[in-house]
């Protein structure tokens, strides 16, 4: 059974920094792109970063460009987010994704169930 | 960037009332790389269709998708007190549209 748990989420000031965790389990995490998708509070799911199986390729949205580093651990099978230059907007449920591949290209198939950050003085 | 646009914001109906729900693309979505989630109130999202038309795995047949290019459509045959709740697409990979809300008339 695959499960994405993550952790790490929880309240920092403004500018503050944050690094989200997700434990994987049940596939090879090796072979599989993973993603980061946030929702603010009462809004939709925003994707926010992706990265390859091997860790060689990762991509970010235009929001958070130059703040948040997408990275990977094959061997302890968990994802991260590097999260710097927090601001207010940042706020949100931060969820684990799995792609139904190695591409960063497709679907996502399996979600964790999220983490809140909330960015606030 | 393509943007997709979700219509209507928020659909109210019936038990076992047929949901039609709308996405359309900006530009055309190559390959029908168009997938739906559902998400319940306090969950996370869960797959429902990729490749625009196929049912993921467990998914009732009272679900299904359809169109190619620029627009695609998620149908709910008969809707069930389980499928109330807000639904998205997604161009593979990244962008998500943004949401129709299924609510009980």
């Known amino acids: 059974e695959v499960q994405l748990v993550e952790s790490g989420g929880g309240l920092v000031q403004p500018g503050g920094s944050l690094r989200l965790s997700c434990a994987a389990s049940?596939?090879?995490?090796?072979?599989?792109?993973m993603s980061w998708v946030r929702q603010a509070p009462g809004k939709g799911l925003e994707w926010v970063s992706a990265?390859?199986?091997?860790?060689?390729?990762?991509y970010y949205a235009d929001s958070v460009k130059g703040r948040f580093t997408i990275s990977r651990d094959n061997s302890k099978n968990t994802l991260y987010l590097q999260m710097n230059s927090l601001r207010a907007e940042d706020t949100a449920v931060y969820y684990c994704?799995?792609?139904?591949?190695?591409?960063?290209?497709?679907?996502?198939?399996?979600w964790g169930q999220g983490t809140l950050v909330t960015v606030s003085s | 960037e393509i943007v997709l646009t979700q219509s209507p914001g928020t659909l109210s109906l019936s038990l076992g009332e047929r949901a039609t729900l709308s996405c359309r693309a900006s530009?055309?979505?190559?390959?029908?790389?168009l997938a739906w989630y559902q998400q319940k109130s306090g969950q996370a999202p869960r797959l429902l269709i990729y490749?625009?038309?196929s049912r993921a795995t467990g998914i009732p047949d009272r679900f299904s998708g359809s169109g190619s290019g620029t627009d695609f459509t998620l149908t709910i045959s008969r809707l069930e007190p389980e499928d109330f709740a807000v639904y998205y697409c997604?161009?593979?990979?990244?962008?998500f549209g943004g949401g129709t809300k299924v609510e009980i008339k």
């Open positions: 997604q161009q593979y990979g990244s962008f």
């Open positions: 490749g625009a038309s």
């Open positions: 990265i390859s199986g091997s860790g060689d390729s990762t």
């Open positions: 049940g596939f090879t995490f090796s072979s599989y792109a």
């Open positions: 994704a799995k792609y139904s591949s190695g591409w960063t290209s497709d679907f996502f198939d399996y």
């Open positions: 530009e055309s979505v190559s390959s029908s790389y």
